[in-house]
């Protein structure tokens, strides 16, 4: 099986920051890309940050310039860096690795995790 746990989330004021970690665990051969999505409340999920294994970066036009994504590749790990957080920055942020596992025969699938809480408020 293939496990993926956020962790990092939590309250903080408008123009503070945090740093959203992604380990991915389990029977994984390779992992391919790496993302953040958010869903706030009433809204649809919304991609915030990818990246491929070799480090290319893909960001939302909302959250250039203020939030970064880089992964470990050695610890299966993915995480995000957010600065200068703004109130609408609040939602509930998932993390999805696109993962190859013996588990499910080698063919890549998207896996997701539980999502960690993000509140920007003073």
């Known amino acids: 099986q293939v496990q993926l746990v956020e962790s990092g989330g939590g309250l903080v004021q408008p123009g503070g920051s945090l740093r959203l970690s992604c380990a991915a665990s389990?029977?994984?051969?390779?992992?391919?890309?790496m993302g953040w999505y958010r869903q706030a409340p009433g809204k649809e999920r919304e991609l915030v940050a990818t990246?491929?294994?070799?480090?290319?970066?893909n960001y939302a036009d909302s959250v250039k310039g203020r939030f970064t994504i880089s992964r470990d590749n050695a610890k299966n790990t993915a995480y995000l860096q957010m600065n200068s957080l703004k109130p609408e920055d609040t939602a509930v942020y998932y993390c999805?690795?696109?993962?190859?596992?013996?588990?499910?025969?080698?063919?890549?699938?998207?896996?997701w995790g539980q999502g960690t809480q993000v509140t920007v408020s003073s």
């Open positions: 999805k690795a696109n993962i190859r596992s013996r588990s499910f025969g080698l063919i890549p699938r998207d896996c």
């Open positions: 389990g029977n994984i051969f390779s992992i391919n890309a």
């Open positions: 990246i491929t294994s070799s480090g290319s970066t």
